[in-house]
C-alpha cells in the first residue's frame, strides 16, 4: 500500500534530520477520530501518520496542489484539500465523509505554522470541533513540546481522548463552535503543561 510504504521512508527521514519521541500514542484508539496537534514544520503530520497502524487523512492547505509532485502524492494518500479561509464546504464534506466511515482525519487547527518565539498556539482557526461534533468522534491532541530543531530529538506527546459529547445532537450556533473549539485549545495546552511539570516533579525527586 502506496500510504504506507510513504509513511515508512517519510519518517525514516525524518527521524535523521528531526528526530522525535512519540509518548503515549497508545492513547490513540481504533476508529474514526480527529487528531489535532501544533504545527512547526511540514513534517509535522508524520507525528500524527504515526500515532496509528490505520490510515489518517490528512488536511492540507490547497496551495500544496499548484506543485504537480506534491499534488500527486496529496492525492495518492488521500488527503483533503482546503482553502486558506477554511471556507471549503467540498472540504468539510469530504472529511465528514472519511470519519462516517470510520476513519482518522488529522489537522492543525492553527492553520499556518507558528513561526513567533513567544507564542505557544497560535488561534485556533475551527473545524476540528465541527467534525468531532457533527461526526460524534473524540479529538486527540499530538503536541510538540518545542520546536523541532535538526538533529536534536524532541518529544511529541499524545492526550487522552477529548469527548465533546456535551454538544451532541443539538443545534449550534457560532458562540457553540467556539466553546467547542476553546476546550480543545485547553486541552492541547493541557497536554504540553502537564507533561512539562511531571518532568520538573521527577527532576526535583531526582
Known sequence: MLY???KKVLNAFVQLVYPYKLID???????????????????DILHMACTTKEKVH?????????????AYLCNKVEAIPVSRDGQDAKAIMMALRYLKKGEKISMFP??????????????????AALFAIKAKVPVYPVMCLRKTRPFRRTKI???????????YDRKMTAEDYAAAESVIRERMLAVK?????MLEQKKKKG
Do not use: M
Not at 29 to 36: E, F, I, R
Open 4 to 6: 504506507g510504504f510513504l
Open 25 to 43: 500514542k497508545e492513547k490513540v484508539k481504533d476508529g474514526p477520530c480527529v487528531l489535532v496537534g501544533n504545527h512547526y514544520r511540514i513534517w
Open 58 to 70: 490528512f488536511i492540507t492547505k490547497q496551495e500544496l496542489y499548484k506543485n504537480k509532485f506534491l
Open 110 to 127: 492553527e492553520g499556518t505554522r507558528n513561526k513567533t518565539k513567544d507564542v505557544e498556539l497560535l488561534p485556533l482557526k475551527g473545524g
Open 157 to 167: 506527546v499524545v492526550g487522552d481522548a477529548i469527548d465533546l459529547s456535551e454538544f
Open 193 to 197: 503543561h502537564n507533561y512539562i511539570r
